[in-house]
């Protein structure tokens, strides 16, 4: 299994551009998370998923959307990209209200 | 929004020491309660997980939990130089989602 995968490592971007980190996992997971870090803090949960069809907005979900069509695949769109997005995303999946698994994380710069 | 607290570091032991990380909550409901390490530049990794009251031994990692005083902490026995990394204390909400702390920044010199 190659658990969880995310798309691209690196990107930057400049103000008002878009743009989709990918994240897909093949463990079957139900439960689906994007979390960003910036330096020195934890992760705020930005979006989560419950099931294929079915997101909820987390903690800081503002220019950001999500969409979920298939158990496998979760992507995080940014519309308007703006420098407070600058940072560190990453993406998990969970079994039920079991361990999440973190994918290697999509470093993103707006400049 | 529930909060979950931790002391930034950076915490210092010598190589062969017992880390002490701690981590304090503010929903008296909670009931699960993770350790991730993160190495720099690294997704986090768990360590542990407890929900019940008291200690929880995995090799060199022990997780203590006190509902009572809304306390989990995490001692690493023989502390190494590998374990140097940010440590990240999470609790579980409603709806399986995870409240992180900001992590302490973990030294060991060896």
């Known amino acids: 299994n190659a658990g969880v995968t995310q798309t691209p490592k690196f990107r930057i971007l400049k103000i008002g551009q878009s743009m989709t980190l990918q994240c897909a996992q093949d463990m079957n997971h139900n439960y689906m998370y994007w979390y960003r870090q910036d330096p020195g803090m934890g992760l705020k949960l930005i979006y989560y998923?419950?099931?294929?069809?079915?997101?909820d907005k987390g903690e800081v979900p503002n220019g950001y959307n999500v969409s979920r069509s298939t158990t496998e695949d979760f992507p995080l769109r940014l519309e308007l990209a703006a420098p407070s997005q600058t940072s560190v995303y990453f993406c998990a999946s969970s079994h039920q209200k079991d361990t999440q698994y973190f994918g290697p994380g999509t470093r993103l710069t707006v400049l | 929004q529930k909060e979950v607290e931790q002391n930034s570091g950076p915490l210092s032991v010598p190589e062969g020491a017992i880390a002490s990380l701690n981590c304090t909550y503010s929903?008296?409901?909670?009931?699960?309660f993770f350790w991730y390490r993160q190495y720099s530049g690294k997704s986090p990794e768990l360590i542990m997980f407890i929900y019940s009251n008291g200690d929880k031994e995995d090799g060199r990692f022990t997780a203590q939990l006190n509902k009572a005083s809304q306390y989990v902490s995490l001692l690493i026995r023989d502390s190494q130089p590998s374990d140097s990394a940010t440590y990240l204390c999470?609790?579980?909400?409603?709806?399986?989602?995870?409240?992180f702390g900001a992590g302490t920044i973990l030294r060991v010199k060896s």
């Open positions: 998923s419950v099931g294929a069809g079915i997101t």
């Open positions: 999470a609790v579980l909400e409603y709806g399986n989602k995870l409240v």
């Open positions: 929903d008296r409901g909670s009931q699960s």
